[in-house]
């Protein structure tokens, strides 16, 4: 992968450090059209989601139960290469000035065994068993916050990453955008989609559920639902949705506390502070 490091290209993927808490990685624009071809039907098929949520301990009680959505315009399916094989996670569509910004797990764009960046990533908004209604869209531009990148700190396990113009159009003027909210802690309700692991849920679409987060502890909060198995790490965590425009308020993110948890009913985010705002900003002034 080439990346652009203060202006020159080099084959050696580098990281720059961008003001303070982030970091980040730009493949050529070239690359776009490559990523696009490399994941065919096939590919998409055999793609293993990442992380690995499971239910060994058995249904808990009293706790709600995912479903199956439509799914939404502004969330979809994050397929990327690993290094050891296809997956994928969950992302969604944040706003921004340039319309053009995803958010997702920052683990579901950098390896912290292998300390490098996924390969071959692109966003497929509102995909359902192999259907592409809003087009296959290529990642060019990835930012996270260096304490994640350095030592896997769970409070930063959050990332943006910007999409390619496609046809002459930005993604949020096609599909619409979520508005990221910071310091919307614990006890707010949320509506929670993502793409679970195809093994527990072989409809190969998206699940959601309707709950209240709840504190887990000074920087993290978790919201307790079965059914988000591996895949729905990058999950976004919206307050006030509108089931009209499909978009809401982005208070948090499947990720931090154990990459998101380890168990399928109960999900962690990290609370979004003034970092994540300075975070998306830094990413869309390099978008």
Not at 7 to 18: E, H
Not at 44 to 73: C, D, E, K, N, Q
Not at 154 to 176: C, L, S, W
Not at 215 to 232: E, P, V
């Amino acid at each position: 992968m080439k990346v652009l490091l203060c202006g020159v290209l080099t084959a050696v993927p580098l990281l720059s450090y961008v003001p303070e808490a982030s970091a980040r990685v730009v493949t050529s624009a070239d690359r776009g059209a490559a990523a696009v071809a490399y994941w065919t039907p096939e590919r998409m098929a055999h793609a293993t989601p990442l992380g690995g949520r499971t239910g060994r301990f058995g249904p808990v009680t009293g706790v709600p139960v995912a479903r199956g959505v439509p799914g939404s315009r502004v969330i979809g399916a994050l397929f990327f290469d690993s290094g050891s094989g296809g997956h994928y996670c969950t992302a969604s569509v944040v706003r921004t000035p340039k319309r053009n910004m995803l958010l997702t797990a920052a683990h579901c764009l950098y390896s912290q065994s292998t300390h490098a960046w996924h390969r071959h990533i692109v966003f497929v908004p509102r995909y359902a068993a192999g259907h592409r209604p809003y087009g296959t869209w290529p990642i060019w531009l990835m930012v996270a916050d260096k304490r994640w990148l350095q030592r896997g700190d769970p409070d930063f396990d959050f990332a943006f990453a910007a999409v390619q113009i496609m046809g002459g159009r930005r993604i949020a003027d096609v599909v619409g955008a979520n508005t990221l909210e910071i310091n919307q802690g614990p006890g707010i309700q949320v509506v929670v989609s993502g793409y679970p692991a195809k093994e527990n849920y072989p409809a190969d679409r998206p699940v959601g559920c309707a709950g209240r987060a709840y504190r887990q502890s000074r920087t993290q909060m978790r919201f307790d639902c079965h059914g988000f198995y591996g895949g729905t790490s990058g999950s976004p965590w919206l307050s006030d949705y509108d089931g009209h425009t499909q978009t809401g308020h982005v208070v948090g993110v499947i990720g931090g506390y154990q990459e998101g948890g380890s168990e399928e009913w109960r999900s962690y985010s990290p609370i979004f502070t003034a970092d994540t705002a300075r975070l998306l900003n830094t990413a869309d002034d390099r978008a």
